[in-house]
């Protein structure tokens, strides 16, 4: 899996749900602010909780990709073994005035017909103050109280996804630098 890999998801993603005005890939909580961030055109940007962006999600990986070796495949120039590489995604969508059910379906059919990685949804929420609360997790309770009371007619759900792609090792050895 690559950043690639992920950027591609979003666009999928917003290329489908026209109710979408933004969409960010490869967010990540900051524990020192609580605040969920991630980068839009190389600047961090704090995504949730906030309240001007309109209909929009994001997709928060867990920090740990797993390997599972596949064996009895042929030496591929560096060994025997295949992988399947996955990690789970949390697809966290922030909606007006949205059926919450309709949404997590949408979501579902979308994720499910993506080409680039295979990704099974395996759990959602529903509540929207649940999912805020559950986004929140480590906020003062007072900002959690303030983030309900903000609460309009805006619908949020959360998908856990588990997402995979098959990796062949090979000998081709890449520079991951960008400015290097």
């Known amino acids: 899996m690559t950043t690639k890999d992920f950027e591609g998801l979003r666009d999928y993603i917003l290329s489908k749900n026209k109710y979408f005005s933004n969409g960010f890939f490869n967010a990540f909580t900051d524990s020192k602010s ?3 961030y991630a980068y839009e055109n190389g600047v961090l940007k704090s995504i949730f909780p906030e309240d001007n962006l309109g209909n929009y999600f994001y997709l928060r990986n867990d920090p740990n990709v797993k390997f599972s070796a596949k064996t009895g495949y042929e030496d591929c120039g560096v060994g025997k073994l295949n992988f399947d590489d ?3 995604v949390y697809l966290v969508a922030i909606v ?4 919450e059910f309709e949404l997590i379906n949408n979501l579902r059919n979308t994720v499910l017909s993506a080409k680039s990685l295979i990704a099974i949804p395996t759990a959602a929420m529903w509540q929207t103050e649940n999912v805020l609360i559950d986004e929140m997790k480590g906020f003062e309770d007072s ?3 303030d983030a309900l009371a903000r609460l309009k007619n805006q619908k949020m759900v959360k998908l856990t996804l588990t997402i995979s792609k098959e990796y062949v090792p090979n000998t081709c050895i890449t520079n991951p630098c960008k400015t290097c």
């Open 34 to 36: 609580n605040s969920v």
């Open 96 to 99: 007006n005035d949205a059926d």
């Open 86 to 88: 996955s990690l789970t």
């Open 143 to 145: 900002e959690i109280i």
